[in-house]
């Protein structure tokens, strides 16, 4: 079985240490996503989802774990969020091979995944061709390039239940990544958290740029007017 198949059940009490981080990220992620049509990548049983959908004008969030998804439906958060009109809903899809139109969503969000993606390469390049020309991804991601001997020893144990890391990025070296797909970083913090989350939002080069000169003329304008 699929290790988050296996660990799904007990997935959302993994995520108690990390609430404090979890909830600058939350925040962080509301206002980006306000009023956008947005699709997440790797939910997991929806935490993120359940925090911060109601932001959004449409919300579909997606994992490849069946049982990660089937947690995610039975939560009761996701009864009441629909009972109030939030448009969220839940699909199984793999993030390198994703089955959605080009250009179809205004925002991507994957969170805490591309590090343990055999391929992200395959990901950031499905999420590219589907996010709008100016679209946003929202990618938050643990950096363990520069971990303390204490967290070092928490990774070796969590590699023992079956976990498996294959990017060990230090913050720098992980934008330096994202750069190297054509994104461009816009806004990013890193997060206090059991290990460094790097919260990171980023655009293509191309459509920042077009960002830029359209904040320039309206500036310009403004001052001549």
């Not at 993030?95 to 805490?112: H, K, M, R, S, W």
């Amino acid at each position: 079985m699929n290790y988050w198949n296996k660990v799904a059940h007990i997935y959302n009490f993994t995520r108690l240490e990390e609430r404090e981080a979890y909830e600058q990220m939350y925040a962080h992620i509301r206002t980006a996503i306000q009023g956008k049509e947005v699709l997440e990548l790797a939910t997991g049983t929806g935490i993120i989802a359940f925090h911060t959908a109601e932001a959004a004008h449409s919300y579909l969030a997606t994992d490849y774990a069946e049982e990660m998804l089937r947690v995610a439906n039975n939560d009761k958060q996701f009864n009441r969020l629909r009972a109030k009109g939030v448009n969220l809903r839940f699909e199984q899809a793999d993030a390198t091979c994703l089955p959605y139109e080009d250009g179809q969503f205004d925002v991507v969000l994957i969170a805490n995944a591309l590090h343990i993606m055999p391929d992200p390469d395959a990901a950031i390049s499905e999420i590219k061709r589907v996010l709008r020309p100016d679209g946003m991804l929202i990618a938050p991601t643990y950096v363990h390039g520069e971990n303390t001997l204490r967290q070092r020893l928490k990774a070796r144990l969590m590699a023992l239940t079956g976990f498996r890391e294959y990017a060990h990025w230090t913050e720098t070296a992980y934008h330096d990544y994202l750069q190297s797909h054509g994104l461009t970083v816009a806004h990013h913090a890193l997060l206090p958290a059991s290990f460094p989350l790097a919260y990171t939002e980023c655009y293509s080069i191309s459509s920042a740029f077009n960002a830029d000169i359209n904040s320039a003329e309206k500036a310009s304008s403004v001052s001549g007017g």
